[in-house]
Structures are given as structure tokens and as C-alpha cells.
């Protein structure tokens, strides 16, 4: 960092030291998924939605890979991470995240990375009540059941005085429903004077951050942003992980339904990173992940599930396909029961229907495949129909071969394209063929045996099973 002092900035740092015992689980609570991103990635958009700069994560418990999510979600952010060796408290762990601060002469917010239900609006209000008292700002919220969370002591003209930790707490004090929500905004110079005046002299034996309101409330004054009890809840364990996802879940649809419509919201998964066009309609039951885009004019039908898949304008998605790692042009009609592997190309107008499987496969402007078809390591051209039953044969048990089927080519029913081969332009499969040789452009393709017919078979057979004959 410099050493200019920076004036009027705001920095921040994210506290995401602990286990998070309560979870039970052998993976950090703060890299536990909320639709598709680790819980922490949550305190880092409000940070960068500040503006702050520099962001320091106080990191602990499983510290690599911790920081691993964080450079995985954010390459462009140069996040600054300082361990926190031994868990001695909140209070702790904003001390050790000034350290690099030392130069910082602006406003530090300080957040948590299990807590993700914050907005973007509460945190700039919070930064600029701070900004304009000078002081520092700090969230609380009125709750029906406190028990749990520290309390806000008032004087008698309504001004914060300190806070007391639950197990701290007196028989009155416990009485009192407004609490701390242990999100804080401060100038930095404060609180490096006032974290190095902590002591661990409490009831848990650690460097309480709530100890210095009341250093606030004697020096430089304290003021509060009122915010719900939902938006300020933690994530402890796995029920309150579905409950904060149930709630983010819930935001974001309503944030898509402004422009698309769907059927029944609550009966949808939609992970953050999912772009949504207008006019799309999206049916019950539908998951949409990671890097999944729907262009304008889309439907999509009960139970299809998208991974990655960018899915092109006035499509339609017939119920019960998945998709992954794709690409579906406009105007396409996929399945029912369609099933799109990684590296599927389909083009504008391309038919895929009920049970046809492609992976790693390019079909062209107008192609058909709807049923009961595995098409993979395949180039097909435009206006390729492709018959019932139909495979290629990719893998030989040692390496993927490719067929390629160009313009305007039939394949009949029940064909084995037995790869590598490669069908010309307007061929002509016969339907049960199996084809090993290219086939000429406009021929017609014959694999099949002569059929013969033995006259008074049937009878024959009745014989031989009087017992078990039904004619």
C-alpha cells in the first residue's frame, strides 16, 4: 500500500476466522453454498458495492481455502488476507485486520462473512450516517426473541451508551428487544485506539468488539441504522443455511419477475450468477445454474434443469430436459426429456426431441432429431433430419471418433454411424443401416440383410409348445 494517507475513502473488513462448529461438517461454514456461491462471496459484494478499497478478509479455519473462493469469485479483486491464528474474539480479529490498514486514514466497515441476507441500501446507509455524524454507525434491530444477541443500553435521551453481550446481560437487561447486529462503520484512527484498549475480562474470556461502543459513545459518538431481523440474521447451521438461501432465493426471483414471468415462484432454484431476459416464461419446478442466460421470448417448461447453458430467443424447452455446459440457438424446440451434454452447439430452429442425447455435438440451422437418438462427437449440417434410434458410434474403447453428416442429409430409423464417417450432402441412410464407409453426396445407403420368409412357421412352433400356445 502507499504511504499517502488516503482521505475520504472507505475500506473493509470481512471477519470469517471460525469453524462454524454448528454446521458439522469438515468444510468451513463460510464456504457452505448459497445458490451456487460460498456464503462469504455475500459480505464481498457489499464491499465492493461501497466502493471500499482495500478489502481484508480475517480468515482462520481452513484459511487456503477459504482464499482460494475468494480469488475464485472475485480474479479482478485484490483481496487482502490476514490469518487469525487463535480465535480470541471478534474484537481479536478487527485488530489483527487493521494491521494493513496502518496508512488508512478513512472510514472502515466491518462486516461478516455469515451473514449474508445485508442489502446494498442498508450498508450505504450505514456508510453515510457515519459519514455525516463523523462518528461511528452501527446497524441494530428489534427483535420478539433477543436471547442470543448482545443489547442495546440507551441513556435516558435515547442515545447508545454500550452494548452487553447476552451472557453479560442483567435480569432488566435481558429485557430489552433491540440488538446488535455487529455491523459497524467507523473512521480507522478510532478504532486502532480502541481495539488496542481491549481486554478479555467477560464471561467468554475474548476481546469483545462490542466493547468499543461505549468507547465510541465517550469519544467520538455512536448513531444507528435500524435494520429486520431477517436481513440481519447469521448462518449457524444447516436449517438457517436453507432459510437464508430460501430468503435470497426469493429476492431474486422477484428482482426477474419484473421482467419474465414465472409460474409458480415458489417452485424454482435460480442461482445469482443466471441472466434472464424479458418475456421469458419459466414453469414449475425449474432449476437454472451457474452461467445459464435466456434470451428474449423463451419458454421454458415444468422440471428442465440448466447448467451454463446459453439458451437463444423464442426457444422452447419442453418439460423434463437438462441441459449443460450448452449452447441452444433461436427458435430451437428441445424435448420433452432431451438431455444436452457439455459441448452441445445447437443451431437456430434445430429440433432435439424426447430422448435424444448429444454431447460434444454440432447440429445446423433447421436439423431434426426427435427420438430416441444419441448423437455425440458429431458435426451434422443444416436441414439434417436423423430417424428414430439412430446412434453414433464415437468410442471404439480407446478414443473418440467423429462422424460428420452435412447438409440436407436422411437418416433413417434404427442407423449406426460407426465413427469416424462421414455422410454427403442430401445421402440417404436406409433405415437400419450400419454404415463404416463415408457415404456419397445424394446416394442412397443399404446395410441390411435380404429378408426371408419360411412359410407354415407359425404352426411348426404351436407344436412344439401345444401347452403354452394361445392360437
Do not use: W
Not at 259 to 286: H, K, Q
Not at 422 to 431: F, I, L, N, S
Not at 442 to 448: E, F
Request: with cysteine; net charge positive.
Amino acid at each position: 500500500m502507499s504511504s499517502r494517507r488516503r482521505k475520504n475513502k472507505t475500506a473493509c473488513l470481512i471477519l470469517a476466522a471460525g469453524k462454524g462448529t454448528r454446521m458439522n461438517s469438515a468444510k468451513n461454514k463460510v464456504l457452505h453454498a448459497l445458490l451456487g456461491r460460498p456464503m462469504v462471496a455475500y459480505a464481498v459484494d457489499r464491499a465492493r458495492e461501497l466502493d471500499a478499497s482495500p478489502i481484508v478478509a480475517i480468515l482462520g479455519h481452513q484459511k487456503d481455502e477459504v482464499a482460494k473462493a475468494l480469488q475464485d469469485q472475485f480474479p479482478d479483486e485484490d483481496i487482502v488476507v490476514v490469518e487469525q491464528k487463535e480465535q480470541k474474539g471478534t474484537g481479536h480479529a478487527v485488530r489483527l485486520g487493521l494491521r494493513p490498514l496502518a496508512e488508512f486514514d478513512g472510514l472502515v466497515v466491518i462486516l461478516y462473512g455469515d451473514v449474508p441476507l445485508l442489502r446494498s441500501e442498508t450498508m450505504a446507509d450505514l456508510v453515510d450516517e457515519a459519514g455525516k455524524t463523523g462518528g461511528m454507525a452501527m446497524l441494530t434491530a428489534v427483535v420478539r426473541d433477543p436471547t442470543g444477541y448482545g443489547r442495546i443500553v440507551r441513556d435516558d435521551a435515547g442515545n447508545i451508551r454500550e452494548v452487553v453481550e447476552d451472557k453479560d446481560t442483567s435480569h432488566a437487561q435481558r429485557r430489552i428487544a433491540e440488538v446488535n447486529a455487529g455491523i459497524y462503520a467507523a473512521p480507522a484512527e478510532f478504532l486502532r485506539k480502541a481495539t488496542a484498549k481491549l481486554n478479555a475480562r467477560n464471561a467468554q474470556g475474548e476481546y469483545y468488539l462490542t466493547d468499543i461502543v461505549a468507547q465510541a459513545s465517550s469519544s467520538i459518538g455512536v448513531t444507528s441504522v435500524e435494520v429486520s431481523a431477517e436481513e440481519m440474521a447469521g448462518v449457524n447451521d444447516r436449517a438457517q443455511l436453507v432459510g437464508a438461501e430460501r430468503s435470497l432465493l426469493g429476492r431474486l426471483v422477484r428482482e426477474h419477475s419484473k421482467r419474465a414471468t414465472f409460474r409458480d415462484p415458489s417452485l424454482v432454484y435460480v442461482e445469482a450468477s443466471v441472466i434472464i431476459e424479458p418475456d421469458v416464461e419459466i414453469g414449475r419446478n425449474v432449476v437454472l445454474r451457474g452461467k445459464t442466460t435466456i434470451a428474449a421470448g423463451t419458454r421454458i417448461d415444468d422440471g428442465v434443469i440448466l447448467t451454463d447453458t446459453a439458451v437463444g430467443g423464442g426457444v422452447h424447452i419442453l418439460p423434463y430436459s437438462v441441459s449443460t455446459q450448452a449452447t441452444i440457438g433461436d427458435g430451437a424446440k428441445i424435448g420433452p426429456f432431451a438431455h444436452l451434454r457439455p459441448g452441445t452447439e445447437l443451431g437456430p430452429d434445430v429440433h432435439v426431441g424426447n430422448f435424444v442425447e448429444t454431447k460434444k455435438t454440432r447440429l445446423g440451422r433447421g436439423s431434426k432429431a426427435n427420438h430416441l437418438t444419441y448423437l455425440g462427437d458429431a458435426i451434422v449440417g443444416e436441414k439434417v433430419n436423423v430417424g428414430a434410434g439412430t446412434i453414433t458410434c464415437n468410442y471404439n474403447g480407446y478414443e473418440k471418433r467423429q462422424t460428420i453428416i452435412e447438409d440436407g442429409a436422411f437418416i433413417g430409423s434404427d442407423t449406426q454411424l460407426v465413427a469416424p464417417v462421414r455422410v454427403g450432402k442430401r445421402a440417404v441412410v436406409a433405415a437400419g443401416a450400419t454404415i463404416t464407409e463415408d457415404i456419397r453426396p445424394g446416394a442412397l445407403a443399404i446395410s441390411r440383410s435380404p429378408c426371408k420368409q419360411l412359410d407354415g412357421y407359425a404352426d411348426r412352433l404351436a407344436e412344439r409348445y401345444p401347452k403354452k400356445s394361445s392360437r
